[in-house]
């Protein structure tokens, strides 16, 4: 006579171990809706020590009221030296340091080898330094960064063309530099370019360090030194957070 098993099921057991499994998905959401916060709340507190301003009402849907970062950085539409346009949106995906700048500003000069060295030390596949310059020409724009790179290369006196700046350029920085340059061109008789005035900038330099969703995780009005270990824990907090 063929003998067969019976599995006898216990409801106290599977209830049991529902409650069990019940829990254990709980801590999982909770774990997952946790971690993100956690992240930005250790972004936040790495990027205090470069003393972050607080958001411009012009990037605020509803002015200054209770607006607070993160914020979704508003896209533009720029040209490179080839006259190709790129829009910001382009970088989705990567975290973008975005630096508002342009060749008459003094101040400017002064930050750029920071943000040079910094770029240098960081830049890669995750991350891209953007520097979009409130200027007309490009002639303006490659003997500003000739002058702030590279003092040593002379430039012509009077009033410099285009090919005689990118000559300089090419002879002073071979291997170009490692942050992407844009030109923002103002409108009218303002010094401040459209773009940039369109985020409510009224005086450069001014930075947005930018996620990879896009958001807006911090703002700095006028310089910062780029190449200080705060300014590199800032960034490498953003970077690492996704």
Known sequence: MERRSHIVLDAR??????????I?????????????????????????GLRPSDPNPALCPNGAEGCKFPLMAPDFTAFDNNGKQVHLSDFRGKVVLLNFWASWCGVCKTEKPQLDKMAGDLVGDQFVVIALASDRSWADVLAAIVDALAPNVKLPGGTVTFQQALDAYKQALPS??????????????SNIGAIAASWGITAVPESALI????????????????????????IRSVIDED
């Not at 599977?14 to 069990?20: D, E, K, T």
């Open 176 to 189: 170009g530099v490692p942050f992407r340059v844009f030109l923002d061109p103002p409108a009218g008789d």
């Open 24 to 48: 254990g998905v709980v801590v999982l959401g909770l774990f997952l809706w946790m971690v993100p916060k956690a992240a930005a709340r250790e972004a936040t507190a790495a990027c205090s």
């Open 211 to 234: 996620d990879r969703r896009g958001n807006i995780r911090a703002y700095f009005v006028n310089k910062r030194d780029w190449q200080s270990p705060v300014a590199e824990t800032c």
């Open 13 to 22: 057991v599977l209830l049991a171990g529902g409650a069990v499994a019940l």
